[in-house]
């Protein structure tokens, strides 16, 4: 039997996505392990985690709770015209790191799937059609996942922005083979999407 502090760390490292048990015994024994500063910077940080961070009411991206808006959508050097949709608010920084996008972003919050009970009414779409005319758009690039759920919901969102505004400009970020993957590894999506955009030599 393990000390019981010690089982009630290794219960709540195991409730982290994608954290067995095992994995969830050695950080809580690396924790054990460590000085008791390293402990203490871990809890600091996760007590002030819901209180100092929120969602933008505009782009629904995270931010610091002090701000009223997304730095991302505030910056007068942001191309307000020019909306990036994403399924969640990580998914920004992918593409930030990039530095080559300097129009605004707005996220979804997710993407449809019937199985796990997330519908388009759970989504922020609706947000993103008031955006769209609020902010006089003219392209909105849809960064959903290579997913049937982001696929999914890139099709519906296609359908409702075209809608609305039959003029407005809709693109996909392009699909294909990675770098370094051999043919017999990719997924049927995947090559699929990269039959579609080939491109020519």
Request: include cysteine; hydrophobic fraction near 40%; glycine fraction near 6%.
């Amino acid at each position: 039997m393990l000390p019981h502090a010690l089982t009630e760390v290794i219960e709540a490292l195991g409730m982290l996505p994608g954290v067995g048990p095992k994995t969830a015994e050695r950080y809580a024994y690396y924790l054990f392990k460590s000085s008791d500063q390293v402990s203490s910077n871990i809890a600091e940080a996760l007590s002030s985690l819901h209180d100092e961070v929120k969602s933008c009411p505009v782009t629904f991206a995270l931010m610091d709770a002090t701000d009223e808006v997304s730095p991302l959508y505030n910056d007068p050097r942001r191309d307000k015209t020019t909306i990036l949709v994403v399924e969640e608010p990580l998914d920004i920084y992918a593409i930030e790191q990039t530095k080559t996008y300097n129009g605004t972003y707005h996220v979804l919050g997710g993407a449809i799937s019937p199985i796990d009970g997330i519908t388009p009414e759970q989504l922020h779409i609706g947000e993103l059609i008031k955006r769209v005319n609020d902010d006089n758009a003219k392209e909105v690039i849809i960064a959903t996942n290579p997913s049937v759920e982001g696929e999914s919901t890139a099709l519906l969102l296609e359908k409702l922005l075209h809608e609305q505004n039959p003029n407005l400009k809709l693109t996909r970020l392009a699909r294909g083979l990675p770098l370094g993957v051999d043919l017999s590894y990719a997924d049927q999506i995947t090559l699929t999407a990269a039959l579609e955009n080939r491109t020519n030599l």
